[in-house]
């Protein structure tokens, strides 16, 4: 069973870099049927999805936050990560990581990790 | 543009019908696949593609999509459908947008 789990710090502080990496287990990120992405949810709010990679490096950027965004991979570790700088309080949400499964006409994300959430504060 | 769009709620009688909706531009092109969240929890998805369930979800969920706007039915509801639901897709620039959530409630 593919399990995602997110890892990284639960409290930054404005004007730094978010940091969180996504450890994938029960799975190989390198394989050619996949993405892998990250998504978040501030406090009683909605789903923004911020990023996706491929295990290859080629990446898709939510163009409201590409400035700010780098999303990286590390197939020796099965992992790949976040870094989202200049924070603010409006950076505060739920992260999560998930799997996107590409079908034909579609790309869904079949997996989910449990979330983590990061709060922005001094 | 990429963006897709939701109804904020929907309520339905239990062992009742309920469509849910999602409008974008991008689903001319694509499918969207819905998700379910339920309080503190992670998303689940519950459709994707065509009209496609993954394993352990309900066959009384099923979806259904034309021109620009996608629909999710949920046939004979029952309270554990009450949930947050979103639709997302992705567009030809590679953008995975989810739509603004619809609140579920099961009367």
């Known amino acids: 069973q593919l399990q995602l789990q997110e890892s990284g710090p639960g409290l930054v502080k404005p004007s730094e870099t978010l940091s969180l990496t996504c450890t994938v287990s029960?799975?190989?990120?390198?394989?050619?049927?996949?993405?892998w992405g990250w998504i978040r949810q501030p406090p009683g709010k909605g789903l923004e999805w911020i990023g996706s990679?491929?295990?290859?490096?080629?990446?898709y950027y939510n163009p409201s936050l590409k400035s700010r965004v780098t999303i990286s991979v590390d197939t020796s570790k099965n992992q790949f990560s976040l870094k989202l700088s200049s924070v603010t309080a409006a950076d505060t949400a739920v992260y999560y990581c998930?799997?996107?499964?590409?079908?034909?006409?579609?790309?869904?994300?079949?997996?989910w990790g449990q979330g983590t959430l990061v709060t922005v504060s001094s | 543009s990429s963006e897709l769009t939701q109804d904020p709620a929907v309520s339905v009688a239990l062992g009742q019908t309920v469509r849910i909706t999602c409008q974008g531009d991008?689903?001319?092109?694509?499918?969207a696949s819905w998700y379910q969240q339920k309080p503190g929890q992670a998303p689940v998805l519950v459709i994707y593609?065509?009209?496609n369930r993954p394993s352990g979800i309900p066959d009384r969920f099923s979806g259904s999509s034309s021109g620009n706007t996608a629909s999710l039915t949920i046939t004979g509801a029952q309270a554990e459908d009450e949930a947050d639901y979103y639709c997302?897709?992705?567009?030809?620039?590679?953008?995975?947008?989810f739509g603004g959530g619809t609140k579920l409630t099961v009367l």
């Open positions: 593609g065509k009209n």
């Open positions: 991008s689903l001319r092109s694509y499918y």
């Open positions: 998930a799997r996107l499964e590409v079908v034909p006409a579609a790309m869904p994300f079949d997996y």
């Open positions: 997302n897709s992705r567009d030809s620039s590679g953008n995975h947008p």
């Open positions: 029960g799975g190989s990120i390198s394989s050619s049927s996949y993405y």
């Open positions: 990679i491929y295990y290859s490096g080629s990446t």
